[in-house]
Structure formats: C-alpha cells, structure tokens
C-alpha cells in the first residue's frame, strides 16, 4: 500500500510539473490567436486545479501582453493588475528569484511594463514615469531591475544624455552607436550582418561603435557555468559569430544593462556628437531603418 502511495504522489507531482510547463504555451498560443476568452477560461481552469503557480501567472501576463498589442488598454490594465497583486504577494512568501527569465520575474516584470505602457499610451506619459520609477526603486536589488528600466527608457531616455558605461567611454565630439549583445542571443546574430554593414560604412566617417555585454551564469544549453568559464565562452562566441563586429577585449558588464535597460537583446541606442540619446530601441532594427538614423547623426 505505502509503494501505491508513493508512486500516486509521483505521478500526481509528475502532473503538476507538466501542467505547469504547458499553461504558458497553452495560453501564448491563444493570445497569438487573439483567443482572449478561450486563454481566460485556460487560466481559470489551470487555478481550479492547481492553485496559484508561477507558471500560471507568467501564463496571465502574456494575456496582459496580447491585450496590450491588440489595443485593448481596459483589459491589459485588468489582467496587469491582477498579475501584479497575485505575483507580488507570492514574491512575498518566496527567495527572490535570482534568473530574470524565472516564472516569478516575467510575470511580475510583465505587469510592470504592461501597466506602465497603457499609462503612456493614454496620454499619461509623465504619470507612467512616475509609476515606473516607483517600482524601480522597490525592485531596485532584483532581477527585474533592468526590466523596468528599459520601460523608463523607453519614454523618457531620447532626448537626454547618455547613461555612463563601465569599462567604456561615450566620447564627446563623435557619433556613437550601442550594441548591447547576449552569447545566448539568436536575434544578436541575425543583426550583426546589418551592423557590420554600417561599421564599414560609418566609422571611417567617425561613428564609433560599442558593444558591451554582460554574464547570465550559464553557457550553451543552459549550462551553469562559474564566471570564468562563462568569460571564455563569450569570447568563443564572439570569435564564431561577431569576428567582423566586435573587438576585443569584450566589455562584460551587468551593471551596463541594468542601467541601460537592456533586458532585451540585442538592444541599439545611437549618440550624438553632443552625448545626447537620439535612438533607443529594445530589440532588432531592420537595416534600412537604422542606417537612416545613423546617417542622421553626420
């Protein structure tokens, strides 16, 4: 009887474990459907069954996310939320999770952002800033620092001067283009053909281009890997991906991208001769859209 036992709670714990996993797929892949209903009452039956997880509250801030893209700013605030009061108070219970990819850190993240956006959206620019800013000082010493900055950045970096780099200068009297990069990073890749396009380009004119990085605490495949493994591991990226690109030494940095923002990778921002910010874009440019605004700056 005491094995029957066992193996039951095996299994159940097995179940749980999967559907756990499955939930956030399970309701991507409806938002991606603009199945909004259909993710709703997904997540309903998920929290009959299971309770209050991390998994099912990333799974809501991704309901919070599509509502957002798709313009229905009541909706998004509403799921933001409720994402945001549940996963603050199991934030509460728990050790801060260390991995800003954590369950936990994009859920709770994710509420931040949303929310903030539809402020800025509304027309509430400057109230979003403050919201922001609010948070960041309670977040200050975790993972999702570097999150909430981005959003800050996002609204309120252009137009301002630009935030210092530790082991690197932003020169004065030079344009300057920011390459912030990950060794994990696809889409870091796919643009380094676009950037190495307009380094040729440009730097003979006198674009200088930087591009720091920072450790994340594993190499490929997820692997844990102490710092100086990890070190060395960077630079074999670079030599395999970003030989034409980028030179060493490499500049390996974590507060770099906290101040930055650069919780998205690759993230481009463009500095004037001035040291004035005039692009700051999480994510990917297409090539044509980025050598206009670098063209800009001469």
């Known amino acids: 009887m005491a094995r029957r036992v066992l193996v039951g709670a095996a299994l159940l714990a097995a179940a749980v474990v999967f559907a756990a996993g499955g939930i956030v797929d399970d309701v991507k892949g409806r938002v991606a459907l603009n199945d909004f209903a259909g993710a709703s009452a997904r997540i309903q039956a ?11 509250l990333e799974a809501m801030s991704w309901i919070a996310r599509g509502e957002l893209a798709h313009r229905d ?45 539809v402020m800025a959206v509304r ?30 950045n996002e609204l309120s970096l252009e137009g301002k001067p630009a935030p210092a780099l530790a082991g690197m200068t932003i020169p004065k009297g030079r344009p300057v283009m920011i390459f912030f990069w990950a060794h994990w990073c696809p889409d870091c890749k796919a643009e380094a053909a676009d950037l190495v396009r307009l380094k040729a380009e440009f730097v003979p004119k006198g674009l200088v281009f930087l591009a720091p990085t920072q450790k994340y605490g594993y190499v490929a495949g997820g692997q844990d890997a102490p710092p100086e493994v990890e070190t060395r591991y960077i630079e074999q990226v670079r030599k395999t991906y970003y030989a034409n690109l980028i030179d060493a030494p490499i500049v390996i940095n ?28 999480p994510g990917a440019v297409p090539y044509a859209q980025l050598r206009a605004q670098v063209a800009a700056l001469f």
Not at 46 to 56: D, V
């Open 254 to 281: 974590e507060e770099n991208f906290r101040l930055w923002g650069a919780s998205t990778t690759p993230t481009l921002a463009l500095v004037d001769r001035a040291g004035i910010v005039r692009m700051y874009h």
């Open 73 to 117: 700013l009541d909706q998004a605030a509403k799921w933001a939320d409720d994402t945001y009061r549940l996963a603050s108070a199991e934030w509460k219970k728990h050790p801060v999770p260390k991995d800003p990819n954590a369950p936990l850190c994009l859920a709770l993240g994710a509420s931040i952002e949303v929310e903030g956006t």
């Open 123 to 152: 027309g509430e620019r400057a109230g979003a800033v403050g919201y922001l800013q609010g948070e960041l000082q309670k977040f200050y010493a975790t993972p999702i620092r570097a999150r909430i900055q981005k959003v800050i």
């Open 46 to 56: 998920y929290r009959k069954s299971y309770g209050i997880t991390p998994q099912g």
